[in-house]
């Protein structure tokens, strides 16, 4: 395990008149994790407004974020942090012999343990998310006692999910001959608007409160996903390069 530096920004912007005012700020966190070649990196964007203008009342608020990381491979048989107490005391790190540069259990071994310091630097796992969100709304207050209100909505996320394999040797039990790529994406969206219309009054001691409305949303998502085994070299990372060794596709539209 590395030390895991952190690095974190942020900045602030507000202000506004005597009939408005907004805020504006942002975050940013970038991080190397304590497992070899790991990392975390965030950005976060936010504002919100307000106005009013006679009898209207508007508001809004945007928040926009991008998140990426890349993780510790799943290593096969088990995940790559258990493959520490595993490892053994006299397996070689490191082998310039071998393809990818890393050691392996010797072959008189029955069960060879993995080099999880090689899998942690060979396996390529990533994960890639964004995220907005838009809310605005918007009041109307005429004759006295009635309120006209909208509300309206929308947030998109799209994620992605590139992990690749090469292919490298560390010991006869532990090698992989073939290099794969597999790709997941998704996307999901939603949206809502909401109309309102209010009627408060007072007679005395009574109180006549009125309310109707209307909302509309929808939904979507939709993801595919991809597969290859068989690639020329290691440093064709598209599945469009494979061989076509293995070939998975799927996906999902609701």
């Known amino acids: 395990y590395n030390s895991a530096p952190i690095l974190n920004g942020y900045f602030g912007i507000s202000g506004g008149q005597k009939n408005s005012s907004y805020r504006i700020s942002g975050t940013l966190n970038n991080q190397k994790g304590i497992a ?3 990392w975390y990196r965030k950005s976060l964007l936010h504002y919100n407004g307000h106005q009013n203008v006679g009898a209207f009342t508007f508001n809004e608020n945007f928040s926009w974020m991008d998140e990426n990381r890349r993780y510790v491979p799943g290593g096969g048989d088990m995940p790559v942090i258990m493959t ?3 490892a053994l005391p006299f397996m070689p790190i490191y082998d ?3 393809q990818g540069g890393f050691g392996g259990a010797p072959s008189w071994i029955n069960t060879q343990p993995r080099n999880p310091i090689g899998l942690a630097s060979l396996e390529d796992n990533e994960m890639h998310n964004n995220n907005m969100n838009l809310d605005v ?13 909208i509300n309206a909505g929308y947030n998109t996320q799209n ?6 394999t090469p292919t490298y040797y560390m010991s006869t039990e532990r090698q992989n001959i073939h290099a794969s790529l597999n790709e997941n994406r998704s996307r999901e969206h939603h949206w809502l608007v909401e109309n309102t219309l209010s009627y408060n009054q007072e007679f005395g001691l009574s109180k006549v409160n009125l309310l109707v409305g209307y909302t509309a949303e929808e939904d979507h998502y939709r993801n595919t996903n991809g597969y290859m085994a ?6 064709l990372h598209v599945l469009s390069a494979s061989t076509g060794y293995t070939i998975n596709a ?3 539209d609701y």
């Open 36 to 38: 070899t070649d790991t």
């Open 84 to 86: 520490v107490y595993e």
């Open 96 to 98: 310039k012999n071998n």
């Open 137 to 149: 709304n918007a009041q109307y207050k005429f004759l006295h006692h009635f309120t006209y209100k």
């Open 159 to 164: 994620d992605y999910y590139p992990s690749y």
């Open 230 to 235: 068989g690639f020329p070299n290691n440093s």
């Open 250 to 252: 799927s996906g999902n």
